[in-house]
């Protein structure tokens, strides 16, 4: 049987906490409602990414704490998005895992170093400014994973 000391990371500490979870839904309006008067979360967040194809919003408890992860709602601007094609095989769901990061481009090369494929070469832009990439799922045990280096 393993000890605990055998299985610590190789990379303790790469990851700062859960970001967030992101959910694919096919109406944003409809899902905010839900969320926010079924569910009692609040809305704190939203915008329109069209490189992402997204339309999405963050939603999450009034007090928002520093390390809180917060719920990320993505609607698809047109049929052939990544959460239009999601929506279109699964239905809506949880789509993504995003894991806020300090140095986005030091993860990377740390992930990339252990044979991982992240899908683009260089960061792209996320919600509120934040630098984006993410981990193939395939490659993360069947997760989209989404690094997240929040805006300065
Ligand atoms: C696909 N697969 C998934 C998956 N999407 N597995 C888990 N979670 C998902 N979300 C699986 C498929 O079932 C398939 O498995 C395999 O991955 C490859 O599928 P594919 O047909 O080759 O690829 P696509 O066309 O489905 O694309 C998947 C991919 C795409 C992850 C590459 O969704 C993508 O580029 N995503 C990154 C961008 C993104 O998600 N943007 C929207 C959020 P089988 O076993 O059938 O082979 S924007 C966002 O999040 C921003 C605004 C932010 O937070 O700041």
Redesign the pocket.
Known sequence: MSDISDIVSDNPDLFVCID?V?LAVPDLDEAIEFHTKVMGWRLLHRET?EE???E?AMIGTGEQLEQNAQI?L?APLKED???G??LA?NGQGM??L?YRVKDLDHVSEVLRGHGLRL?YPEAKI??GG?R?N?V???DAR???L?L?EPAA
Do not use: D
């Open positions: 967030h992101g990414n992402q194809g997204v999405e990320q993505l998005s990544a959460i094609k999601f095989r789509q993504q995003a899908l996320g919600t934040s984006i993410f193939h799922p395939k069947g997760v989209l989404e997240v």
